[in-house]
């Protein structure tokens, strides 16, 4: 995907230089979110494309904390299912966490 990423970035960059169609940002953050991110950030830097940016840069280093926070989870164990439930309880049960019912006695 880093590869693909550095691709993308590349043709972009000639692209921008020649004043023709360009891939679109959304194409390129969704490359990086979908795990091209380490080729992408090489290549803004290599080619010297996207960096003054700065709503680019700000989205781009936003995924960047997203896939740390994810590997961090991951390391540490976190399960997603719980803290899913655990965020919907506190939300007002919009992710899925069911409300607690009252016991019923019978007499």
């Known amino acids: 995907m880093s590869t693909l990423a550095v691709f993308l970035y590349r043709v972009d960059k000639r692209a921008a230089q020649l004043g023709q169609w360009r891939i679109s940002e959304v194409t390129l953050h969704l490359t990086d979110l979908l795990g ?36 961090l989870a991951l390391i540490v164990g976190i399960d997603f299912g719980s803290l899913m439930s655990q965020l919907g309880s506190l939300r007002g049960n919009h992710y899925g966490a069911m409300p607690q019912l009252p016991e019923v006695t019978r007499y």
């Not at 290599?46 to 904390?65: E, G, N, P």
């Open 36 to 71: 091209g991110l380490p080729g992408g950030l090489v290549a803004q830097q290599v080619l010297r494309h996207k960096t003054s940016k700065r709503s680019f840069a700000t989205v781009t280093w936003s995924i960047l904390l997203f896939h740390t926070l994810v590997m």
